[in-house]
């Protein structure tokens, strides 16, 4: 009798946890979450995949740029110094639009990062 007890606890439990999971699966995918790469509603034959290569290309460009920038403003104004524009990308007409709007994105979040991490690294050895 006492093992048929533990059985059926075990059962349960076991039941329980899976539904637990399920449920818990679930609410991460809804509440966004989850990240899916393949999207059904992109018609242009880019995906996320392409979306990331370009903006890494243009991130790597853009923080030897901000980097560059933000060394040579921590020697020029010390703390004074702050960045107040960025220089524009160099973009090829032969590229495609998306590969233009996601290089300049990760451009643009690359310069503010070595921008940012050469005004740190110079202030720091002030």
């Not at 329980?16 to 899916?36: C, D, E, K, P, R």
């Not at 460009?61 to 921590?74: I, P, S, T």
């Amino acid at each position: 009798m006492g093992k048929q007890k533990f059985t059926r606890s075990t059962k349960i439990l076991s039941v329980l946890s899976l539904v637990f999971f399920v449920i818990s699966v679930t609410a991460a995918s809804a509440s966004g979450n989850v990240h899916i790469d393949a999207s059904a509603s992109e018609t242009n034959g880019h995906g996320s995949r392409d979306s990331r290569i370009d903006s890494l290309s243009g991130s790597q460009y853009g923080y030897k740029e901000g980097y560059n920038a933000g060394l040579e403003d921590c020697l020029k104004h010390r703390q004074e110094g702050v960045l107040t524009k960025m220089t524009e990308p160099e973009i090829n007409n032969k590229w495609t639009r998306n590969y233009k709007i996601s290089y300049i994105k990760g451009f643009n979040k690359g310069y503010l990062n070595g921008y940012n991490d050469a005004r740190f690294s110079c202030l720091k050895k002030w």
